[in-house]
């Protein structure tokens, strides 16, 4: 079965967004995944279609109101064992370790927040994973949400056009990634590193793999050892 996204939001004439152009978007074409943007509002119930309210204890802004968002999850998640995700600074940052379970899945329900957030009592009574994408605050869930199903969908089986190249790729082996370099040969005075023009595939390999360690120490220290070496070479 391909794999099904399913946003909950209060905008979603944000969604494809970008995942409706190149790989992704052909990809969706071909049917190896889909995604449907849920109106948050068509599940209030008054007149005014409220979807927020003032924060208990007072404060700034609104909060999203726990009656409306449990209507609209129930309504996708029925039989549904997918895992519904909240997108949130308060989450677990996002990793390609996540994005690989996750794409080795049958899909996702995604709650966008907005305003202040969610009533943390939906949080709890739907059982919401929240997944941040970094230590910065967005004004809404969708953007957020975007990113999590780019990173997902691109490693979907058959939608990168070779399936190889995501293998090396920075974090897939606990490392960033070594430099790349194309043509032409000499630019700006600056010539390609001459052992990739060499021909030779070990010396290659080695050298790549030399130009991630170091990256990643000089970089990225905390990756080193976080994950599990059988990959790193
Ligand atoms: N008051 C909240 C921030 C709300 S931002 C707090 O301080 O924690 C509004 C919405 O944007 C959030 O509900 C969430 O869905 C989304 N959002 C903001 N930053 C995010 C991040 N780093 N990762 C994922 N979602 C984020």
Known sequence: MAFRATVLTLYP???????????????????Q???????IRDFATDKHRTVDDTPAGGGAGMVLK???????IDSTSENDNRPRLLMSPRGKPLTQERVRQLAAGDGVII???????????????RELEEVSIGDYVLSGGEPAALILLDAI????PGVMGNDLSGL?????????EHPHYTRPQEWEGREIPAILTSGNHGAIEKWRHE?????TKKRRPDLIGAQKPEKAG
């Open 13 to 31: 004439e944000m969604f494809p967004g970008h995942l409706g152009f190149s790989l992704a978007g052909k990809a969706a074409e071909r049917g």
């Open 33 to 39: 995944w889909s995604l449907d943007a849920v109106q």
């Open 66 to 72: 726990p009656d409306v968002l449990a209507r609209a």
């Open 111 to 125: 709650l966008c927040g907005r305003f202040e957030g969610v009533d943390q009592r939906v949080i709890e009574a």
């Open 153 to 156: 969908v691109r490693i979907l």
């Open 168 to 176: 090396h790729e920075s974090f897939e082996g606990g490392l960033l």
């Open 211 to 215: 130009q991630s360690v170091s990256l």
